[in-house]
């Protein structure tokens, strides 16, 4: 009667699998120099080497791990490559790697208190830490007003800051007929894409999206707001959020954060704070100055996912008045009904975000801030920061180089003297030789070349060899 | 000059404390049943164990693992038991771990195809796998006009969908004032909550949402549907979408896809159908029947997170037309800019979703597919099924019991006929003994207990089991 056919994997083969898996990705970090850094496949080259049809029968998992090494690695871009300086990182680490792990095989979904408590508690309880370690003010801890929640990414966590803005501003639960379209939210011309994305998602229009004038070091310049917000509201329209960046994507540029705040209060606009490389910077005290002006936010994300060794997806999004962020995302269905929920005397993040469903992400973070103490994690963000001015000093007395914007921390944008066109053609010809991997953006017209150093393992060999091979190709394809 | 402190975990390190860690998941997952399935600890308990404030030296896998036994089991609520018939499930397998641990251990980021080619095109051929076991029209495929990617969650999916919807009726992206208060949306009354989450995100306003009649199986009544667009229409409004559901949350009511389908055409309106949890059963070409009239729809998802053995997150997500889903959310900015990109020749997916940054969450999809082959997959598919026709049998013979609601596979709601208080005192009891956990929905004003027969580990040993705890309280608490 009972059925005995089963095509799981058992426990005791799970053990020997995952060993083997362990081993193949210590393995993997012992012999990541060796891979180009970036893919050299063109494109469709992969899924040409894929079966076109599901298998009917089940594989061991021997010969998915031939595929792996023999299809997809030749395909993998090495985020984790000492070599990798492009984007911003998303480095990874052991204690990271691991606490993923764990959560992967507990597998609980933290939607509600109750699915997991243990979910809930030690993110709130890891947020708080972090909220010290990066001395934010009191509001944003969840022992007061406020308190933080782990996003997927930065995108995400915007998107969310703006609906708790709209909400805040128009009541709009209460008042649900959409938006009229006099919604006005306001960036700087270097403010990240996900906000304009975010804006659009909200159904706020990108019309109604303001980009504010920078200065010379790329920072939104707080008197061009001012004007902005003051000439919408004298054309009736609702000025309602600005996002002030922590390090602007392209270049690295802050936001006068204390400035901007004045102005948000003054107006009485939402003020959100993108810091999702940077941010993490700030758990260090010579960079908390970073963020000064913060206790003016309304809300201020950051990634651990990009430069605290924390594999993605990880944005940690903290708020000072979680009320307003409960009521414009919870919706609460009879299925999901609960005596904790009722007593108002726990958190159910799902009503913090986007999603209802949750994974267990606090587990990867806690592992990290554990292992590495905040000492190891400060000593490492420093480190990074040491290595990029180098790099700075480097260019900087080098007749062929120059620095195009300032760089505040890890992040160097540079460009040879010789134009576009030979800024393009070095950094394609270096990154197709794969011994190095970095990216560029256009500033003003300019093509600039931009080196992040913040991959868990780059040290100071990888920094030299890296401006060593730049020269170099510089040479060579003069 | 070279700096040589470190606080990194070494790769030998990793290997040590990862192979412990696989020991623990394997431990985990022998000894699960001595559990109590649903955490038994109290608020703020778990919060209270752990430190109010970060290490400042780092401390040792040891010492975390103490912590991880001590302090967080006690708070977890076990997803992963075979008890557990809760919600709609989220469960997980060996090689879906093992898939996972791989996508942690090389920590790619796959916004871009550039930035990892296999990250993307190792998913484009597995949704492509899966369209086809689920034998999805044509137009749903890579090779077509559509194709899938995978997303977080359903939550996520819908918006996405509404989005998209919103984009080919109005043409948001180059009219981009804002939403008028026009656009409409229609679900029934048992669609889930995260339509009324997506709606109110998206801006088309709560007010703008209809909720359509069901029949006495709680299907949308499509003639309901019909007079409501029509009348929307009539008063100016602007009908836009429609959300069937294959599976209602509550009680896995099944919306008759080809009647809204045609409807949705007759009045060019964007149909989704959300099948989180039952689209798994479609691979089976016994039950393919419950997505029969999807050749009408725009958009569809399923969540292999919840019955397909891959743990979360991992939400499928389809489309017909990918060209309106790209001109709906691509924003390029300069620094993503790439030869690749530009080219066309290749799928960017940060374009197909919310979030920017995404994880290599294909790896985990294809381990489970290739490991259990489509074969092992319906085997089990079919097994939950039987399993919980079991249970129906067994209710619908009981003098005790009745069914509440049909059970077309393996949900099953059902009631003591001693009416709310009753039912309530019951679910409430069995919980707190741990041995078992389920949860409840409301239908008409009535409490109605929900079992959810779909745990990988579940057997009819279990099921029998659960029952008999069912009897054994009910007369008890009598």
Redesign the interface.
Known sequence: ???T?N?????????E???K??????????NIEKYPV??Q?N?????AS?P????????S?E??MVD?NS??????????SPNFF??FP?????????G???S??????GML???????T??E??AL???A??LQLPEQFKSTSSGGGVIQ?????AA?TAI?AA?ERKTN??TN??????K?VAYVSGHT???I??AI?????????LRLIGADANLAMQPDLLDAAIDADLKAGLIPFFVCASVGT??TNAMDPLPEIGLICRKYELWMHIDAAMSGTAAICPEYRYLINGIELADSFSFNP?KWM?T???CNCFFVADRSVLIKT?S??????KN??TE?G??FDYRDWH??????FRSLKL??V?????????R??IK?HV?LAQLLVDWVKSSDEFEMVAPAPLNLVCFAHKKGNDFNKKLL?SINKTGKMYF????IDGRYVL?MCVSQ??T???HVRQAWKIIQDTASEID
Chains 1, 2 share one sequence.
């Open positions: 009667m009972e059925s056919k095509y799981h994997m058992s426990p005791q083969e799970f053990r699998q995952g060993k898996m362990i081993d193949w990705i210590a393995d993997y970090y012992e970036l893919s496949v494109p469709g080259e992969i899924k894929l076109q049809t599901a298998p009917l029968t089940g594989e998992m010969q998915i792996v299809i997809l690695m030749p395909g993998i871009t090495h985020w984790q492009a984007y998303a480095n990874a680490s052991g204690p990271s790697i691991l993923d792990l764990l992967s095989g507990l597998g609980v979904q208190w109750a699915t997991s408590p243990a979910c508690e030690l709130t309880r708080d830490w972090l010290d370690m997927d990414t930065a995108s995400s998107l609906l709209r709009y639960t649900e007929n959409g938006c009229d379209g919604l990240h894409s996900s304009e994305k659009k998602i909200a159904g706020i229009g990108k019309n109604n994507t392209s996912h060794f594999n993605f997806d995302l919706i609460l269905p009879e299925y999901l005596q904790a007593s005397a726990v986007i999603q209802l469903g949750r994974r806690w592992f801030i554990r292992h590495y103490g905040t000492e190891g994690l000593y490492h480190e040491r394609e990216t560029h953006t256009v931009r868990t393992n040290n100071e060999q």
